[in-house]
C-alpha cells in the first residue's frame, strides 16, 4: 500500500459528459502529480500541484483540469468526454517539489476511465 | 525527443533465471535520477529501485540491480534468480527538473513474462 488513496476506481461513462477523479496523497507530502495511462501513449504527465499551487503542466488537455486544495487532496476533472480519454489516471505525491533525496513518487492504484 | 527508450517491448523468461531490461537516456543534467517501477496486471506502479547520476556504486534492492553505465546513458535492470510473480511491465523513468519542479519522464515499458 502506497498511501495514496484514488476513487473511484472504475468509472464508466458516455461521451460529452463530465467526470471527477480524485486522490489523496501520502500523509506529509505537498506535492501531487497526475498521469493518463493509455495503450498507445504510455504513462504521460498531465500536471503537477505542490502546496495548492500548480508546478509543471504537461500533455493536458484544455478539457481537462485539476486542482488541490487546503488539505492537499487533489481532484482532476475531465469534461466534453471523448473515447479517446479511456485510459487509466493515476495520482502520485512526494514530499515536495523535487520529491524526497531521491525523488522517488508514490502511486495511487488508479482511476481507470471507459469512455463508451 | 524521446528521453527515455527501453527497446524491448517483450520479453520471455524461464523460471528462476536472471533477466535484463534494457533502458536508455538522453538528457544533457549533469544531475539527474533514474527510477524503475513495476506494474503487474493489477495496475499499481510499484517502485522497485533507484539510481543517481553521481551514485559511484550501482544500485541494488533484493534481486533488483542495476547496471548503470553512465558514459553509454543506459541503465538496465537486472532481476536475478527470476519468479512466476516477477511476470508484468517494467518501466524505467528518468526525473527531469524544470523551472525548480520535478516529474518523471516514462519509457515505453516491457512486458516480461516468466514461464514455468
Known amino acids: 500500500d502506497s498511501g495514496v488513496t484514488q476513487t473511484p476506481k472504475h468509472l464508466i461513462t458516455a461521451t460529452g459528459q463530465r467526470v471527477t477523479l480524485r486522490c489523496s496523497p501520502r500523509s506529509g507530502d505537498l506535492s501531487v502529480y497526475w498521469y493518463q495511462q493509455s495503450l498507445d501513449q504510455g504513462l504521460q504527465f498531465l500536471i503537477q500541484?505542490?502546496?495548492?499551487?500548480?508546478?509543471a503542466k504537461g500533455n493536458i488537455l484544455e478539457r481537462f483540469s485539476a486542482q488541490q486544495f487546503p488539505d492537499l487532496h487533489s481532484e482532476l476533472n475531465l469534461s466534453s468526454l471523448e473515447l479517446g480519454d479511456s485510459a487509466l489516471y493515476f495520482c502520485?505525491?512526494?514530499?515536495?517539489?523535487?520529491?524526497?533525496?531521491?525523488?522517488?513518487?508514490?502511486f495511487g492504484e488508479g482511476s481507470r476511465l471507459t469512455v463508451l | 525527443a524521446q528521453k527515455i527508450t527501453q527497446t524491448q517491448p517483450g520479453m520471455f523468461v524461464q523460471e528462476k533465471e536472471a533477466v535484463t531490461l534494457d533502458c536508455t537516456y538522453d538528457?544533457?543534467?549533469?544531475?539527474?535520477?533514474l527510477f524503475w517501477y513495476k506494474q503487474p496486471s493489477s495496475g499499481e506502479m510499484i517502485f522497485l529501485i533507484y539510481?543517481?547520476?553521481?551514485?559511484?556504486q550501482n544500485a541494488t534492492e533484493g534481486r533488483y540491480s542495476l547496471n548503470f553505465q553512465k558514459a553509454r546513458k543506459s541503465t538496465n535492470l537486472v532481476i536475478s534468480a527470476s519468479q512466476l510473480g516477477d511476470s508484468a511491465m517494467y518501466f524505467c523513468?528518468?526525473?527531469?527538473?524544470?523551472?525548480?519542479?520535478?516529474?518523471?519522464?516514462f519509457g515505453q515499458g516491457t512486458r516480461l513474462t516468466i514461464n514455468p
Open positions: 500541484y505542490y502546496n495548492g499551487e500548480e508546478r
Open positions: 538528457t544533457s543534467d549533469p544531475s539527474y535520477g
Open positions: 502520485a505525491s512526494s514530499v515536495g517539489t523535487s520529491g524526497t533525496n531521491t525523488g522517488e513518487l508514490f
Open positions: 523513468a528518468m526525473r527531469e527538473v524544470i523551472q525548480g519542479a520535478q516529474k518523471l519522464v
Open positions: 539510481q543517481g547520476s553521481y551514485d559511484q
